[in-house]
């Protein structure tokens, strides 16, 4: 459990970019560099977290920990990468009146360069892993026009939904059947995820209960990850914050490493009757709790599920699909919004050439193109 939470909590520091960068984090820590789980236990993991609802990439680290360490590992990994963002989201709260907004531009914006060249890593990275013929190329590349042409989370799940579809028809085996246990759901983690939201809505609507309740609704809610629960949340906090604060919380939710969902924690503490740090906790589990106990319902299932001879089809059009999803990000929202001029692309190109040479650690890259990027809007 210690393990788990001290890599997790070094990727919370450094997991720059948002969801689809944090997939790349996740393959290359955890698959290429410690060797925790294989590719198909990754894969399968992957595509169940694209189909529940709440933040996929903290539910692929949860279901991650919970494969190496059970239980306690999954809590581990949650608390560790979740961490760092939630108090830098926490300290923004209370003290964002006091930083020179071209501090907070210059830092936003060399980490943007940063998130494009962990996405781009992460699409030749798992292109190479689960797009290695004509047709899942084909079927990755498809999701990403689709999402290009209609950037809808409708449009997304109808995706993957015909990904599977396809794969199931097209590639029947692949993978060895499952060997043990059955395919059941676990009933218990599904129930507590119903009865809580039972009570949360008949508790008062105002303090700490009503925060909950908001915030579990959102992330039981929202398919998509991050970028998607802008407008609920937006809705939820209504007029009791300016627009001007919300927004600030939103970018400063894509600039800090860790989930975007930790947008939870500047908002709660704005929001909270009381001390501003049980607001931003309230909220922050609230907004977690209903995705991680739809996975501790449903991943053991899915894993002997997948691992079927008849869905392993399946599982490859997901995951190509999701290969598609993340190329269809790296251009938008993230290319787009790193990339304004020759400066940037620039920096983006020497980054992506730094990554992928191998030499430079990570975290190097993290510090040095912050800098840059501090120093090109100060100057």
């Known amino acids: 459990m210690w393990t788990v939470f001290r890599e997790f909590l070094w ?14 984090y996740f393959h290359r820590r955890f698959v290429t560099g410690l ?57 923004l ?27 781009a890593d992460a699409v030749l990275t798992l292109g190479g892993k689960f797009c290695r013929d004509g047709p899942t190329r084909a079927l990755a590349l498809a999701t990403a026009l689709l999402l290009w042409a209609w950037p809808d989370i409708g449009t997304q799940l109808l995706a993957l939904l015909a ?42 609507g105002a303090g700490l209960a009503g925060l909950a309740r908001d915030f579990y609704s959102a992330g039981a809610l929202v398919f998509g990850g991050g970028h998607v629960v802008l407008p609920l949340l937006q809705g939820l906090v209504g007029e009791r914050l300016t627009e001007d604060a919300f927004i600030t ?22 929001l909270a009757p009381g001390p501003a740090w049980l607001g931003a906790l309230t909220a922050t589990l609230a907004i977690f709790l209903p995705g991680f106990l739809l996975v501790l319902g449903l991943a053991d299932a ?18 190509a699909a999701v290969v598609g999803l993340l190329l269809a990000a790296l251009y938008d929202p993230v290319f787009r919004s790193a990339v304004q001029g ?36 100060l100057v």
Request: aromatic fraction near 10%.
């Open 11 to 24: 990727l919370g520091c450094i997991s720059f970019g948002g969801p689809a960068a944090h997939v790349g």
């Open 35 to 91: 060797g925790w789980l294989d590719e198909a236990t990754f894969a399968r993991l992957m595509a169940l977290t694209q189909f529940l609802p709440g933040p996929a990439s903290s539910q692929l680290g949860f279901a991650i920990g919970r494969h190496r360490a059970g239980l306690p590992g999954a809590v581990a990994a949650f608390v560790a990468f979740t961490l760092p963002s939630f108090l830098l989201m926490l300290a």
């Open 93 to 119: 709260a209370v003290y964002a009146a006091r930083l020179p907004d071209t501090v907070l531009d210059g830092l936003a914006r060399g980490l943007k360069w940063l998130a494009v060249v962990v996405v």
């Open 163 to 204: 990904a599977a579809l396809i794969g199931l028809a097209w590639r029947r085996g692949g993978e060895p059947p499952a060997t043990d246990g059955t395919a059941t759901p676990r009933r218990g983690p599904l129930l507590a995820f119903a009865l809580i939201a039972g009570l949360l809505w008949l508790l008062p």
């Open 249 to 270: 919380g939103y970018a400063a939710a894509q600039a800090v490493p860790g989930p975007m969902f930790s947008l939870a924690a500047y908002l709660g503490a704005l």
């Open 302 to 319: 899915w894993q002997r599920l997948a691992a079927r001879p008849a869905l392993a089809g399946a599982v490859a059009g997901l995951n």
């Open 342 to 377: 020759g400066v940037d692309l620039v920096m983006v190109g020497v980054g992506f050439l730094l990554l992928r040479w191998g030499r430079v650690p990570l975290v190097c890259l993290v510090v040095g193109m912050a800098g840059f990027g501090l120093v090109v809007e």
